[in-house]
């Protein structure tokens, strides 16, 4: 099966502009996850859809972090505006449904300068 | 709140050596534990998991059980490869939050 793809693979961008990252969840996954992978950090999770609906976004900063997955399958994180502290890879996975074991895409690494 | 504790890294081990990764948790109720691989330019893929106390998961010659009496879940492997260098994340789902909570992962590296 193909995997979870995720675009773009890196960004630069200066402070104060604005990026979105694209999800492409595996065919059929109703969970959707993205999460943030600091440098040094372990991957914390920002929010989660079941379908189209937000389950937990609790931990993402609503002040400049966005995210909707139209149609329950597509899913793009957007950051309005960057700020350095942002600099880190966007990693999105997929579930089958909420419990189930998560898939991985390979992430967007994101650098603000 | 629920939390992972895994040994700083890097590890840097020669082929064919024992391989123990430390990985500790504090989590309320009774959760679920995972090991994640990630390789390098490449997402996060699930390694092994336990599910309940005195569990032992195991995949491609690692292992880790599940110790409740000592609240945590080591990742063993008795003979690395090259191959296995990567960096390893333990995690914990099903605790207070019912989020999949990741430790700060170990990088290890294998040498020829």
């Known amino acids: 099966e193909a995997g979870v793809a995720q675009s773009p693979r890196y960004k630069i961008i200066e402070k104060r502009q604005s990026v979105a990252f694209w999800c492409n969840p595996i065919s059929g996954h109703a969970t959707l996850y993205w999460y943030q992978q600091i440098l040094g950090q372990g991957p914390k999770l920002l929010i989660q859809f079941q379908n189209n609906g937000v389950v937990d976004d609790s931990q993402l900063p609503k002040d400049r972090f966005s995210a909707e997955r139209l149609k329950g399958v597509d899913s793009t994180l957007k950051i309005q505006p960057a700020k350095l502290e942002d600099s880190a890879v966007y990693l999105c996975?997929?579930?089958?449904?909420?419990?189930?074991?998560?898939?991985f895409g390979n992430g967007t690494r994101l650098t603000v300068t | 709140g629920d939390s992972v504790t895994q040994m700083e890294g890097p590890v840097t081990l020669s082929e064919e050596a024992f391989l123990t990764i430390n990985c500790t948790y504090t989590?309320?109720?009774?959760?679920?534990l995972f090991w994640y691989v990630q390789y390098p330019g490449e997402g996060l893929q699930l390694l092994l998991k336990a599910t309940k106390a005195d569990d032992k998961g195991s995949n491609k010659g690692f292992e880790a059980t599940y110790r409740k009496e000592t609240t945590s879940f080591h990742l063993e492997k008795g003979s690395v490869q090259v191959s296995d260098s990567a960096v390893y994340f333990c995690?914990?789902?099903?605790?207070?939050?019912?989020?999949?909570?990741f430790g700060t992962g170990t990088l290890l590296a294998v040498q020829p």
């Open positions: 989590a309320t109720g009774y959760p679920s």
């Open positions: 996975a997929s579930s089958l449904a909420a419990y189930s074991p998560l898939h």
């Open positions: 995690a914990l789902e099903g605790g207070a939050t019912n989020k999949l909570i």
